[in-house]
């Protein structure tokens, strides 16, 4: 474990020598969050601008705007700890250079987890973060509203984890995933709102199908003390499964590798 996050160290100082050493990056970079949470904070303005409409499937303002906040914080998490090192996959894979990856003496999945940040998306999670305080000093959170929703949403982060990393993996195979990962994130768009907002059909996808509303909306619900003990059950089953699938999955891939030099 001590040798693992000495690796992370490292892994962290060279990338942030390597990001930070233009300010235009960071700036542009601050620009982009700015503008991704004013899309979000423009189609909740949009639910609740109309006349008379002071609840959306049951939920107030401030509520969806919690939603929102968990959306932006994990965002975050994708753009500075996943993306990052996910992107790289296909890469390695394509050049040979995950044949160099594999014969470290480190487990190859935490490697190729761990590399890469983006620093320079760091304020998607403040700005996650910010809404989420914003939206319950409205609310009545009590501490085990807090805990329930800290565990549900480190469910929710292994569940996007396992996500990208099942859709990265078939890059042993396709080479190019990018497409698949980008599809992704157009239906993860619809997680900046509560799920009861979208029609029974659709909400059916987004809970059982692709697992959205556990990203945002579960942990949300959690916060308020407004969850059911059966969706708090089944989120960390979920997400799980999910782990031990793409655990296998990851190992499978790795065996049926045919490498550069071979």
Do not use: H
């Amino acid at each position: 474990m001590r040798r693992y996050l000495r690796l992370v160290r490292i892994f962290v100082g060279a990338t942030l020598s390597a990001q930070l050493e233009y300010r235009a990056n960071f700036l542009g970079a601050v620009l982009a969050s700015l503008g991704e949470v004013g899309v979000a904070l423009l189609g909740i303005s949009i639910l609740f601008g109309q006349p008379g409409v002071t609840e959306v499937g049951g939920w107030s303002f401030r509520e969806a705007l919690l939603v929102t906040g968990f959306f932006m914080l994990t965002e975050g998490v994708i753009s500075v700890f996943i993306q990052p090192n996910m992107s790289k996959i296909a890469e390695a894979v394509r050049t040979g250079n995950m044949d160099f990856t594999l014969l470290k003496p480190i487990d190859a999945q935490f490697n190729v987890s761990t590399r890469n940040l983006n620093v320079l998306r760091f304020p998607d999670l403040l700005i996650g973060l910010g809404l989420i305080g914003y939206a319950a000093s409205g609310l009545v959170v009590t501490p085990g509203g807090v805990l329930a929703a800290l565990v549900l949403y480190g469910s929710a982060v292994v569940i996007v984890y396992c996500i990208y990393l099942g859709l990265s993996t078939t890059a042993f195979w396709f080479v190019k995933t990018q497409n698949v990962t980008e599809l992704f994130s157009g239906v993860f768009g619809a997680a900046r709102f509560p799920v009861a907002a979208f029609p029974v059909p659709v909400r059916f996808v987004l809970t059982f199908v692709l697992p959205v509303a556990f990203i945002t909306t579960v942990p949300a619900q959690a916060l308020t003390g407004a969850l059911g003990g059966g969706l708090a059950l089944a989120s960390p089953l979920i997400a799980a499964a999910l782990f031990l699938a793409t655990r296998w999955f990851w190992r499978y891939a790795v065996a049926s590798y045919t490498s550069a030099s071979s």
